[in-house]
Nanobody, 113 residues
């Protein structure tokens, strides 16, 4: 059974940086697609960044040039480096390995203006 534990979220000022981590168990993250999603209050969950099966990386337009997704295949951890944070980045962030059924608890990111 695949499980994830997201961490690293906190309250930061606009312009700041955070690195989110997603510890994955039950599968090897070196294969298959891996994604970060976010959900703000009152809004639908949206994809933020994805490492596709072939290694191609895509980002939502709103985070291009500011966020970077990466993975450590040895530690089996997925990361999301977030720079130049904006108040509109405030949300709960979730990781989604392709074999995960459902969602983890997420990690809260709050960006103050």
């Amino acid at each position: 059974q695949v499980q994830v534990v997201e961490s690293g979220g906190e309250t930061v000022q606009a312009g700041g940086s955070l690195r989110l981590s997603c510890a994955v168990s039950g599968m090897f993250i070196g294969i298959g697609a891996l994604s970060w999603y976010r959900q703000a209050p009152g809004r639908q969950r949206e994809s933020v960044a994805t490492i596709h099966r072939g290694g191609t990386i895509t980002y939502a337009e709103s985070v291009k040039g500011r966020f970077a997704i990466s993975r450590d295949n040895v530690k089996n951890i997925l990361y999301l480096q977030m720079n130049s944070l904006r108040p509109e980045d405030t949300a709960t962030y979730f990781c989604k390995p392709f074999r995960l059924e459902g969602w983890g608890q997420g990690t809260q990111v709050t960006v103050s203006s």
